[in-house]
């Protein structure tokens, strides 16, 4: 559902041609769950950003028409559910949604909605794109030299959630099982879980960032795994996924480890570069080198642990945006927690939930809007006007309230380059 096609249906929902067309009308209907915790404070600021760059790009000519679903603990609340299957439903037939961040139940309901919503959904492609703005605190001493975009498998790995707690008659019987039919001991006061990984799930994500690495002239696609331990699993993504890359892209990419490589390093023009790294050591890498690395393909778990770590890099998740891609819909989140703590405090920083629907926007086609938030963004940091988080650690700026600074980036909308900008 990469390629999109401007239209005028007569319909308001967006829609998916049997191709994977993208066809988007100039006043779509778009779900949204507004989250928990801190969730109807930065949705109320990003919803805000989003509604006023879309008019000061194209005036009367598009809007979003906002349509409330319910999940986490208002979904509970109103309906006794986490996880209503009538909000399936609704991100299903509207194609695209937006979402703030959800509790996880504690010993009850489902293990995680977030995982639920990406199973049931088969969102398979969690992706993060990772940059710098200018002027936020940084632990690290040349954060500009981040710009990568994780693409996460995320649809099993450990998240499959297929585990049993030690001492129960399922973890006795898994227990009784490998020692009987398969000759391995595992101590008998073991909790255990399973690691799914299919070359299905495997391949599909990794043509998925190899596509994105290609439509975005970005220089290379790294495979991060630890296939020197785990060998049939993330050592199998691994080998899916080189076998994808030539197979699907054979004369758009160069395999590292192939030669074939320009002097510096680098592919031919207009070619990819196909590597991989393990995981651990890919951790020290995009410190000591992360100017390397742009678009990165890795299973469920590491991809959780390396874009939250790359994240820290440029400020901390509240900086970073996040997607969740099928092929037939899609759901833009905040990539952080719910920080009940702030709750209803007009505290938060909404910056990640605004990125996100910068990302809905040009998944939309609509550039010119998402430019024009990107840009005041990055005006508002500069000015200094920042919430608690960041005001902290940047002596000298003055510290607003998520709605407030949601209303400097409003008044900041304009085209990058314009003068006096």
């Known amino acids: 559902m990469d390629s999109k096609e401007k239209c005028q249906p007569e319909t308001d929902r967006i829609a998916v041609t049997p191709e994977g067309v993208l066809r988007v009308p100039d006043k779509p209907i ?52 986490w996880l209503p299957e009538r909000t399936l439903q609704a991100i299903k037939n509207h194609v695209v949604a937006i979402k703030g961040p959800l509790t996880t139940p504690v010993g009850e309901g489902i293990r995680s909605v977030n995982v639920a919503l990406r199973q049931r959904l088969d969102l398979y492609a969690c992706v993060r794109p990772i940059r710098y703005i200018r002027g936020v605190p940084s632990p690290v001493r040349h954060p500009e030299r981040v710009n990568m975009v994780v693409f996460r498998e995320n649809t099993e790995d450990v998240y499959a959630g297929i585990e049993w707690e030690a001492q129960s ?196 086609g609509w550039m010119e809007a998402a430019s024009a938030i990107e840009h005041a963004i990055q005006k508002s940091i500069s000015d200094a006007l920042v919430t608690y988080d960041l005001a902290r650690q940047m002596p000298g700026s003055q510290e607003v309230r998520c709605s407030e600074f949601a209303e400097a980036v409003i008044e900041r909308l304009t085209w990058p380059g314009h003068a006096g900008t």
Request: glycine share 10%; aromatic share 8%; net charge negative.
């Open 30 to 81: 778009v779900s949204f769950i507004e989250g928990d915790g801190i969730g109807p404070d930065i949705w109320a600021a990003a919803k805000g950003v989003l509604d006023a760059a879309i008019s000061f790009a194209y005036g009367d000519r598009r809007r979003i028409t906002w349509l409330e679903v319910l999940a986490g603990e208002k979904a509970y609340r109103e309906a006794g559910e």
């Open 169 to 364: 008659s399922e973890a006795e019987a898994v227990i009784a099982f490998l020692k009987d039919q398969m000759g391995v001991r595992v101590a008998n006061d073991s909790a255990i879980g399973v690691k799914p990984m299919s070359r299905r799930a495997s391949r599909r994500l990794v043509a998925r960032a190899i596509q994105y690495a290609l439509d975005h002239d970005l220089p290379s696609v790294t495979l991060v795994h630890k296939g020197n331990i785990m060998k049939y699993t993330e050592g199998a993504f691994m080998k899916w996924g080189y076998e994808l890359a030539r197979e699907m892209f054979g004369d758009h990419i160069v395999v590292e480890s192939d030669g074939g490589l320009e002097p510096d390093g680098k592919a031919p023009p207009g070619k990819v570069v196909i590597k991989d790294r393990i995981a651990d050591m890919m951790f020290q890498q995009v410190l000591l080198r992360p100017e390397a690395y742009h678009v990165i393909a890795t299973p469920n778990l590491n991809g959780d642990y390396l874009s939250d770590a790359l994240a820290a890099q440029v400020g901390g998740l509240g900086m970073a945006p996040g997607a969740n891609f099928a092929d037939n819909c899609a759901l833009f989140e905040a990539t952080h927690g719910t920080a009940p703590r702030y709750a209803g405090q007009d505290k938060a920083n909404p910056i990640s939930l605004i990125l996100s629907g910068v990302m809905m926007l040009e998944y939309l």
